[in-house]
C-alpha cells in the first residue's frame, strides 16, 4: 500500500455534476482528490482486505442471531424496549438487507483492523462504486495509468444483482433529506441502480412520508409505501413518535430494523467478547467495564455517532484529541487505539463495501485527523501487480 501524485484530469469537475456528483466539494472544501491514488498489490487486496471483511460480515451475522435473543444485550445497545419485537422479528423473519461499510485501519504492514461497521446508512457508495471507476478508466485511455491497471470495485454490479432480489411489483420509494446534496446524490444514485434491476422507482423527503388512516405509510401522491429505502438512521428512527406506525405500515424497509445492532458501536464490544483475539478486531469493551480502564491507548466512542463526532482519542492515559458533536446520551465503548496509513500529514480509513452478504469493494477517506470527520477527502485507488 502507497499514496501516489498523479496528474488530475482536466474538466473532471464539470464531468462529475453531469453524473449528479455534485457534492464533490463539501463543506467549501474539497471532497474527491482527482490527483492522488492508493495503490495496492492484488494480494493485499485479496488476502488483507477483501476476505477478513467476507468474514467479519459474517461474524457479525453471527452474533445478531443471538442477540435478538438477549434482551440484556439489547439495552447494552440502548434499543428502545418498545421497539425490540420490531427488531427481533425483523431478523426472525429474514428481512433482506442492502449493504454496508466497514471502516478499516490498514498500513500495509499487518492485518487490517476493524474500526466500526456503517451497516445502516453509509455513504459514499456513488463515489466508491461509479465515480472512482469513471477515475480508473480515464487515467488509462489517457496513458497515465497502465493498462492492465485494476481496481477493487464490483459494487455497481453487486447493488444491481442484490436489489433484482426485492419484489419489483411495488413502486420502490427512496426517501432521503432531499436538502443534503451528499443525501441526495447517494439516494438517486441507488435509485439508479434500482432502475437497472427492473423497479419502478420514487424519491421523497422523509419529512414528506404520510400515514393513511390504516396506519400504512404514504408518498406525498397518497400512494401506499410499500418498499422503502431510508436513508435515515435506525437509533433516531426508533425514538420519534413516527415509530408507532412502524409495526402497522406493513412496508419492506431497506435497511430492516435488525441493522440497528450492526450499525451501533456497541457491536465493537460484543464482536471482542465473542471473537477474543481475532487478528482483525481490536479489544474493545463498553465504558463501565473493567477492561476499558486497562486500555491506556484508546479511542472512545459513543454508541451512536456520525461523522467522528464525540469521539476522544486517549495516549498514555490522557486525551490527546477530541471532535464536538451531540452524541453519547446513551453511552460509549473503548477500543484500542490502532495506527493509521499516515501520508501528506494526513490519516486514511479504508471503507470496505458489503453488498448482500457479498465483500466487493474499495474507497477511500483520508483527514488531517486520526477522527475521520466531515471534512475527510475520497481518494481514489488502483491494484498494480
Known amino acids: 500500500m502507497k499514496r501516489i501524485d498523479l496528474p488530475e484530469r482536466e474538466g473532471w469537475q464539470a464531468a462529475a455534476e453531469a453524473v449528479g456528483f455534485g457534492f464533490h466539494e463539501m463543506y467549501g472544501e474539497p471532497y474527491w482528490v482527482d490527483d492522488a491514488a492508493f495503490v495496492f498489490s492484488l494480494a493485499e487486496i485479496e488476502e488483507a482486505i477483501e476476505a477478513p ?47 454496508g461499510r466497514f471502516d478499516l485501519a490498514y498500513d500495509g504492514t499487518g492485518p487490517a483492523k476493524l474500526l466500526e461497521y456503517n451497516a445502516d446508512t453509509p455513504t459514499a457508495i456513488f463515489e466508491s462504486a461509479y465515480f472512482q471507476y469513471n477515475w480508473l478508466t480515464d487515467n488509462v485511455a489517457r496513458g497515465v495509468l497502465p493498462e492492465d491497471a485494476d481496481q477493487f470495485n464490483s459494487i455497481q454490479e453487486s447493488l444491481v444483482e442484490a436489489f433484482a432480489a426485492f419484489p419489483t411489483e411495488p413502486i420502490f420509494h427512496f426517501a432521503a433529506y432531499t436538502e443534503s446534496d451528499e443525501d441526495r446524490g447517494t439516494a ?13 422507482v420514487s424519491l421523497l423527503d422523509i419529512r414528506d412520508i404520510g400515514v393513511d388512516a390504516e396506519g400504512r405509510f404514504t408518498d406525498t401522491d397518497d400512494r401506499v409505501i410499500d418498499l422503502l429505502f431510508k436513508l435515515y438512521p435506525w437509533e433516531d428512527m426508533l425514538r420519534e413518535p413516527f415509530a408507532q ?35 482483525n478486531l481490536l479489544p474493545a469493551y463498553f465504558e463501565d467495564d473493567p477492561g476499558a480502564a486497562r486500555l491506556t491507548n484508546a479511542v472512545k466512542k459513543p454508541l451512536f455517532s456520525r461523522e467522528g463526532e464525540n469521539v476522544v482519542i486517549i495516549e498514555n492515559g490522557l486525551v490527546t484529541e477530541t471532535a464536538e458533536g451531540d452524541y453519547g446520551a446513551e453511552g460509549f465503548v473503548v477500543q484500542e487505539l490502532t495506527r493509521l496509513f499516515q501520508a501528506n500529514e494526513r490519516f486514511a480509513v479504508l471503507g ?8 466487493c469493494g474499495l474507497g477511500i477517506r483520508e483527514d ?13 485507488h488502483i491494484i498494480l501487480e
Open 245 to 279: 406506525h412502524l409495526s402497522t405500515a406493513g412496508a419492506m424497509i431497506v435497511e430492516p430494523p435488525w441493522k440497528a445492532i450492526l450499525s451501533n458501536k456497541g457491536l465493537l464490544p460484543l464482536l471482542w467478547d465473542r471473537f477474543p483475539g481475532h487478528p
Open 53 to 99: 471483511s467476507q468474514e467479519l460480515h459474517e461474524m457479525c451475522l453471527d452474533l445478531v442471531a443471538d442477540v435478538v435473543k438477549d434482551d440484556a444485550v439489547l439495552d447494552r445497545l440502548a434499543i428502545p424496549g418498545e421497539m425490540r419485537d420490531l427488531v427481533k422479528t425483523s431478523w426472525q423473519n429474514g428481512d433482506r438487507h442492502l449493504y
Open 188 to 200: 438517486a444514485y441507488l435509485m439508479d441502480c434500482a432502475v437497472q434491476a427492473g423497479h419502478r
Open 368 to 380: 488531517a485527523s486520526r477522527i475521520t470527520r466531515n471534512l475527510s477527502r475520497f481518494i481514489p
Open 352 to 359: 470496505s463495501w458489503i453488498v448482500a452478504d457479498r465483500a
